[in-house]
């Protein structure tokens, strides 16, 4: 379980002159006093520090060559701070709400985004919503990346964030998403598994030994470079659009980790152009169906326009 709360991932290899020596002491000195030894300590009692592998003890000592992967996650004394950003609400009743998510918003506290996230915003908003001890994530039953848009859900009791969490995992939330991508992919099922990058730790990546992974994706539109599309997903791994498109061999436009460099700088995208557009479950509490729509952003149908003047999903944009 506590795997699941990472979120930055970094890879070390033991060198020579380390050899010998403890590990929460070579880690507090090659991140340059950034972090505390006490800090990697709550880490490695977490078991979110492997030694090749294996989860170790703090007092582990280290040998040339060891491989020293680090997943990072919030320290209990982390503090959640209320702050006064706006929220686009869509929906909200006692138990739950729904947002439209603007790229660039973090959905919760994580290294390098401690402040500025969606949770803090949620604290702001929802003064009563209930703290567990060692969460960083209060209300939230699902993510979307930084540079994702889109539909986003919350909730504000514990009973409603755990039942919600249910509906999830047990994939009885529909969800479709819209994309620019880069050439045009072919439609139909994706049935990829996908885990850790052999080599790229902080990238994921379609490989045998990863978890199963099904998207469902179909072309709406399409010019000689780019494509409209709109991708469905029957399971939730993380970075599964992003890396299920890379796998068609159409990767999404303005993407930094799976997509192609040259082609964002052409079109000045500072990230992907992927939205979360549609979210249709039944409501844990009251067991209405609910359906959320929600149109691409102004970045996306300027494209799509170019892609399909005749598209249903153009509108004015300023």
């Avoid at 209320?82 to 009743?93: F, G, H, K, T, W």
């Avoid at 099922?189 to 992974?213: D, Y």
């Amino acid at each position: 379980m506590a795997n699941s709360y990472g979120e930055e991932v970094d890879l070390l290899i033991i060198s020579e002159d380390e050899v010998g020596e403890r590990l929460d002491k070579v880690l507090a000195r090659r991140f340059n006093a950034k972090y505390s030894r006490t800090y990697f300590q709550f880490l490695i009692d977490k078991h979110l520090i492997l030694v090749n592998g294996i989860a170790v003890k703090k007092r582990t000592l280290l040998q040339e060559g060891d491989e020293v992967e680090v997943q990072f996650l919030a320290s209990p004394e982390s503090n959640l701070m209320p702050e006064n950003i706006p929220l686009s609400i869509l929906y909200e009743d006692e138990h739950l709400l729904v947002i439209n998510k603007p790229a660039g918003m973090v959905v919760h506290p994580a290294p390098g985004n401690w402040s500025g996230t969606f949770v803090n915003a949620l604290l702001y908003y929802c003064q009563k919503l209930p703290l567990l001890p060692d969460t960083i994530r209060p209300g939230i039953v699902h993510r979307l990346d930084k540079g994702t848009s889109g539909l986003l859900v919350a909730a504000k009791t514990l009973e409603t964030q755990q039942k919600l969490i249910e509906l999830f995992a047990s994939r009885k939330v529909y969800k479709a998403y819209l994309a620019i991508c880069i050439g045009r992919p072919a439609d139909g099922e994706i049935q990829a598994p996908i885990g850790r990058h052999p080599i790229h730790r902080k990238q994921m990546a379609v490989i045998p030994t990863g978890k199963p992974a099904i998207s469902f994706c179909k072309t709406l539109g399409w010019s000689d470079k780019l494509s409209f599309v709109q991708i469905e997903i029957a399971t939730g791994r993380t970075h599964q659009i992003r890396v299920h498109m890379k796998y068609r061999g159409s990767p999404i436009l303005g993407d930094p980790l799976y997509g192609q460099i040259s082609l964002n700088q052409y079109y000045s995208v500072p990230h992907q152009l992927l939205h979360a557009a549609v979210l249709r479950f039944q409501h844990p509490i009251s067991l209405e169906n609910l359906e959320f729509c929600t149109p691409p952003p102004p970045e996306m149908v300027r494209l799509i326009k170019k892609i399909d003047p005749k598209s249903p999903y153009i509108r004015d944009v300023e």
